[in-house]
């Protein structure tokens, strides 16, 4: 069965540090990775992908894939109270058009 | 632009009954449509798919039915509700050509007693 895996949390950071987000996979064949946003009672939406091993930049979020280790995290910098938001990791291996999501990390950004 | 809309927003259902969600997206033809449950504090739970009218392909065994019975509408029913059916289901779209960005609508939360 393909797996996705995130630590549930919470995960707490004070405002303005760095906020690491990890997840695992257990699809070797898997191709694309991306990372939701859900805020509480909310639907998810997108905020970054990456396909390639390395990182990936988009403003305070960085994606970073390493397929060896089927490992890809989340990192955001200067983290504001307004990212307090859970975060859905989603792997697609190209067997079609669909995601697997992981749990899902709480984050907590505290003033 | 493109936008989906899932109704209802909100229900609760004693177990036994029937249920009915529906989904329509607007602003795109012949998108991929998905239906997801979430239960509380979990991730996302594919529960079908559907790459054109009439095409579902179920995900995991259970007591729902989706139909797409247009293009760009999706159905998630069920005859007889169970209580381990309550959850946030959330209905999404994705262009055909998968780029792997799912639009989700707002979701619906159901509370089966």
């Known amino acids: 069965q393909k797996e996705v895996e995130q630590n549930s949390g919470p995960l707490s950071v004070p405002e303005g540090a760095i906020a690491s987000l990890n997840c695992t996979y257990s699809?070797?064949?898997?191709?694309?990775f991306f990372w939701y946003r859900q805020y509480s009672g909310k639907s998810p939406e997108l905020i970054m992908f990456?396909?390639?091993?390395g990182d990936k930049e988009d403003g305070r979020f960085t994606a970073q894939l390493n397929k060896a280790s089927q490992y890809v995290s989340l990192l955001i910098r200067d983290s504001q109270p307004s990212d307090s938001a859970t975060y859905l990791c989603?792997?697609?291996?190209?067997?079609?058009?669909?995601?697997?999501f992981g749990g899902g990390t709480r984050l907590m950004v505290k003033p | 632009s493109q936008t989906i809309h899932q109704w209802p927003a909100t229900l609760v259902q004693p177990v036994g009954s029937p249920l009915s969600l529906e989904c329509t997206v607007e602003?795109?033809?012949?998108?991929?449509l998905y239906w997801y449950r979430q239960a509380a504090g979990r991730g996302l739970q594919l529960l079908f798919y559907?790459?054109?009218?009439?095409?579902i392909s179920s995900e995991v065994p259970q007591n729902l039915s989706a139909s797409r019975p247009q293009d760009r509408q999706f159905i998630l029913s069920s005859k007889k509700l169970l209580l381990s059916d309550s959850g946030f289901y959330l209905c999404?779209?994705?262009?055909?050509?998968?780029?792997?960005?799912?639009?989700f609508g707002e979701g619906s939360r159901l509370t089966v007693l």
């Open positions: 999404a779209w994705s262009w055909q050509g998968w780029s792997g960005e799912l639009f």
């Open positions: 699809d070797r064949g898997s191709q694309s």
């Open positions: 990456i396909y390639s091993n």
């Open positions: 989603a792997v697609n291996n190209n067997a079609g058009n669909m995601l697997t």
């Open positions: 602003g795109t033809s012949n998108p991929n």
């Open positions: 559907s790459v054109g009218i009439g095409q």
